[in-house]
């Protein structure tokens, strides 16, 4: 199944390339219920609070399945609620920490972390051993905006440096890229997409645990690695 999102959707809701991104996308119709109602309705039957944000996920996004070029193992199978659980009013299973609700909102081919979705909205790990919540993006909008910057990475076949470096100096790296280009549409308080000419560099958030990492994409592995020794040197990442 095919979504045009942009029709649905005001025209400035995302980036052009992530409008691209999304429109290239499939989706398993039985977690498609476009009725908005049909979802609050089912919330209120379960006498639990209709968050906006949850439903706007399920109508726009479940059923999704989030790709990146040449990186099969990234790929994100959004799902919240099916048709089948709606036509049966299957009970909604969710998770309570701190007073704060969150709902199980798909899965990633192979990390190995829960995915969940807040009742405003933002997307989380979690940990079922220690039973907490780590916010790796703040909407499910920004966690498109980097998929697709990645997508988009890899079809213009971006060197891509293999590791990630925890960034512990965060004021002197952010003095390190003060001319760098901000990609606004896509970076939020847990993710940071930044370029000049030759480098571009994701600031996001580790999936185990609060903190930044830094990974890095160039035109070739010697001037990632340039990079990344200049910032290993000035003790901004380890």
Request: aromatic share 16%; hydrophobic share 30%.
């Amino acid at each position: 199944m095919r979504h045009n999102f942009k029709t649905t959707n005001t025209s400035m809701r995302f980036s052009n390339k992530a409008y691209k991104y999304l429109d290239k996308l499939s989706r398993d119709k039985d977690f498609v219920i476009s009725d908005r109602q049909l979802v609050v309705d089912y919330f209120k039957s379960q006498n639990m609070q209709p968050f906006d944000k949850v439903i706007e996920f399920q109508t726009d996004f479940s059923g999704l399945e989030l790709t990146i070029t040449n990186k099969p193992d990234s790929t994100f199978q959004v799902s919240l609620f099916s048709q089948a659980d709606i036509k049966q009013n299957k009970p909604i299973d969710t998770i309570k920490i701190d007073g704060q609700l969150y709902f199980s909102c798909g899965d990633h081919a192979t990390a190995q972390f829960w995915f969940v979705i807040s009742g405003n909205g933002q997307i989380c790990t979690y940990d079922n051993n220690s039973e907490t919540v780590n916010i790796i993006s703040s909407s499910f909008d920004k966690f498109i905006e980097t998929y697709a910057f990645e997508d988009l990475l890899g079809q213009n076949k971006k060197y891509e440096h293999p590791y990630y470096y925890n960034l512990i100096d965060k004021t002197s790296f952010e003095v390190i890229t003060r001319n760098f280009f901000r990609h606004d549409t896509a970076n939020d308080d847990y993710n940071k997409w930044l370029s000049d000419e030759k480098l571009i560099i994701h600031q996001g958030t580790w999936y185990n645990r609060p903190g930044s990492y830094i990974h890095v994409y160039g035109d070739d592995s010697k001037q990632c690695e340039t990079f990344i020794q200049h910032l290993k040197d000035k003790l901004i990442i380890s």
